[in-house]
């Protein structure tokens, strides 16, 4: 339930004990090349879209328990799918109490739930831009994807202008749909990636494929399953979006790179783990192994 107060011309949202702003901010800016939000001053801005209107959202800690939403374009008329759309991205629905229960008892997770306290993940509502971002990351450097995010975002996302800034959204799916593979090579997706992305776009514009869809389907096992039918999802991307949009804490992307090198830190091996030898390692995790997953990928941004 989300828990959120109308003051009108702006919005707080009252967020859970276990909460941090701050440690939201480290995970938000770790990337220069990010164009969907911008942090200034430990003020965050995020342009987002609810029934065709354009909002503008400054959002800024403003005690320890709540976080404060402006609107620095004036107000906008349904604030109640922003203080949704806000509760969702920040993942404030999960009671975190019973990871940390576990994570101190676990020696690998036990100095990251200790030293990123408050930390959540920081999810990607939006289903077409998660399944997007997963496929652009696909085998290849975290630089390069986020160049190509870039190009996607330029080249075919809204986009509005104020005080000296340029604030981007996301390509909707309709938008994708239309385009032929050639107009995401020339921006150097691969074939197969421009394949898959405008075959999603499609998919989701039949409304064929949805969010609301793979929520009542509940089962994890189903989710995964259907998302893996898609062209395009094998299991990293599949575990990856549900982590990431669908907000479920047993997602776990066991072959990400990021995890790999994480655990080789955090463990101080020569090598990278084995998933045989990752699965060991998260025996004790059941059922939040997308939350020991984030926080072992935000022990990488020192």
């Given amino acids: 339930m989300v828990k959120w107060i109308d003051l009108e011309t702006s919005i707080d949202i009252c967020t859970p004990p276990e909460f941090n702003f701050d440690e939201l901010l480290v995970f938000l800016n770790r990337s220069e090349q990010e164009v969907l939000h911008q942090i200034k001053d430990k003020e965050l801005y995020k342009l987002i879209k609810i029934n065709e ?8 800690r403003k005690d320890p328990t709540t976080i404060h939403v402006e609107f620095p374009l004036g107000t906008p008329s349904k604030r109640e799918g922003i203080a949704t759309y806000i509760w969702n991205w ?3 629905d999960k009671d975190l109490k019973s990871f940390y229960k576990i994570a101190k008892k676990d020696k690998i ?3 990251l739930v200790k030293k990123y306290a408050g930390l959540r993940i920081i999810g990607i509502p939006d289903l077409f831009e998660a399944l997007t971002w997963a496929i652009i990351g696909q085998q290849i450097n975290l630089t390069f994807a986020y160049t190509l995010k870039s190009r996607l975002v330029k080249h075919f ?3 509005l202008e104020w005080n000296k800034a340029t604030y981007w959204l996301h390509p909707t799916e309709k938008a994708i749909s239309s385009l032929h593979v050639n107009d995401l090579k020339q921006l150097q997706f691969t074939t197969r990636k421009a394949e898959y992305i405008i075959d999603i776009a499609k998919a989701m514009t039949n409304r064929e494929l949805t969010k609301e869809n793979l929520h009542q389907l ?4 189903q989710i995964h399953k259907k998302l893996m ?3 395009g999802v094998g299991a990293w991307t599949a575990d990856y979006v549900m982590m990431k949009c669908l907000n479920h804490p047993s997602a776990f992307p066991i072959a990400d790179v990021g995890l790999h090198n994480a655990l080789k830190v955090q463990l101080q091996l020569e090598r990278k783990p084995t998933i045989e030898e990752i699965n060991e390692f998260a025996a004790n995790w059941e059922g939040w192994q997308a ?9 990488l941004y020192e």
């Fill in 229 to 231: 039918s898609i062209r």
């Fill in 157 to 159: 996302g809204e986009k």
């Fill in 109 to 111: 997770l036990s100095p």
């Fill in 53 to 60: 209107e354009l909002i503008l959202l400054k959002i800024t």
């Fill in 90 to 92: 920040f993942d404030l």
């Fill in 291 to 299: 939350y020991a997953t984030f926080y072992l990928w935000r022990s």
């Fill in 218 to 221: 509940k089962d994890f096992e």
